[in-house]
C-alpha cells in the first residue's frame, strides 16, 4: 500500500509503530542523534543553556525541533502524487537516459519504479487509447513498440502537472527551450518522452505498466531538505 499513512495519537506523548516504516524511522533516528552528546552539533551545544549542558541534557532542546520535522513529514506525506513518465525508443537509443533521468532527480521528484521494457503493438494500443480515432495512432503504437521503452514512475509534490512542463509542449518546434523536448528533440514522431497528463491517466497508466509490488516505498534523505514550510 503506498500511502500507508502514518499518525501521531492525539494524547500528547508520541508513540512510534515500528511496523511503519521510511518517515517514522528518519525522525526516530533523528530523535536518537539528538540524544547523544557526542553527536551534537558543535554550534548547537554553543547555544544551549550552559547548565543544561553541563548535565548532559542539551539535547532535550532539540526535541521539538526533531517533533516538528516528524509531523511536517508525515503532513506531506500524505501530499504525495505520483506521474508514469516513459522514456520512448528514439529517446533510449539516443542515449538520453541519464539526461532525462537527472532533470527529474535534480528537479527533487523520487524515482519510486523504473525498468527497460520493449511493449508489444497491442499494449503500446492499450497505452495511447484514447488516441485510436487519430489518423497516426497506428504508426505511434507501432513505433512506441519498436524498441526499449524506459518505464518509470516519479514521486513528489505536484509531480504529474510539473512533469509535463519539464517535458514540454507535444510537438518539440513549439516547445521552450529548457523542456527536456525543447532541448533534445525536433519532431513531434520523436519526441523522446511521455508523461502522464491527470492524475486519472496517471493512476491507469502506472497500472498498465507496473505491478502493485513493482513500486518502492521509501524516504529519500533529502526530503527534509526539498520540502519545508517557514
Ligand atoms: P503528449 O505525448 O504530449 O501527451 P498526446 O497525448 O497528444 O501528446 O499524443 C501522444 C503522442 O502521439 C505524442 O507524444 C506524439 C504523438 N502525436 C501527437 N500528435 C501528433 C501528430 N499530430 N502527428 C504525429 N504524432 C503525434
Ligand atoms: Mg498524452
Request: hydrophobic content about 40%; overall charge negative.
Amino acid at each position: 500500500i503506498p500511502y500507508d499513512p502514518y499518525h501521531i495519537r492525539s494524547d500528547s506523548n508520541i508513540h512510534f509503530d515500528f511496523s511503519c516504516a521510511d518517515g517514522r524511522n528518519a525522525a526516530l533516528a533523528t530523535l536518537a542523534n539528538l540524544g547523544r552528546n557526542s553527536t551534537l552539533p558543535a554550534a548547537y551545544a554553543h547555544h544551549t543553556n550552559a547548565a543544561a549542558s553541563s548535565h548532559g541534557y542539551a539535547w532535550i532542546a532539540a526535541i521539538p525541533a526533531a517533533v516538528y520535522m516528524l509531523q511536517d513529514q508525515e503532513v506531506h506525506a500524505a501530499e504525495m502524487e505520483r506521474t508514469f513518465i516513459a522514456i520512448k525508443p528514439d529517446g533510449v537509443q539516443r542515449g538520453l537516459i541519464s539526461e532525462i533521468v537527472s532533470r527529474f532527480e535534480r528537479k527533487g521528484y523520487k524515482l519510486v519504479a523504473i525498468k527497460l521494457v520493449v511493449p508489444s503493438k497491442q499494449f503500446a494500443e492499450k497505452h495511447y487509447h484514447d488516441l485510436k480515432e487519430r489518423p497516426f495512432f497506428s504508426g505511434l503504437c507501432d513505433f512506441l513498440s519498436s524498441g526499449p521503452v524506459l518505464a518509470m514512475v516519479w514521486e513528489g509534490e505536484g509531480v504529474i502537472k510539473y512533469g509535463r512542463k519539464l517535458i514540454g509542449a507535444t510537438d518539440p518546434s513549439k516547445s521552450e527551450p529548457g523542456t527536456i523536448r525543447g532541448d533534445l528533440a525536433v519532431v513531434v514522431g520523436r519526441n523522446i518522452i511521455h508523461g502522464s497528463d491527470g492524475p486519472e491517466t496517471a493512476k491507469d497508466e502506472i497500472a498498465l505498466w507496473f505491478q502493485p509490488k513493482e513500486l518502492v516505498s521509501y524516504t529519500s534523505n533529502e526530503e527534509k531538505w526539498i520540502y519545508g514550510v517557514n
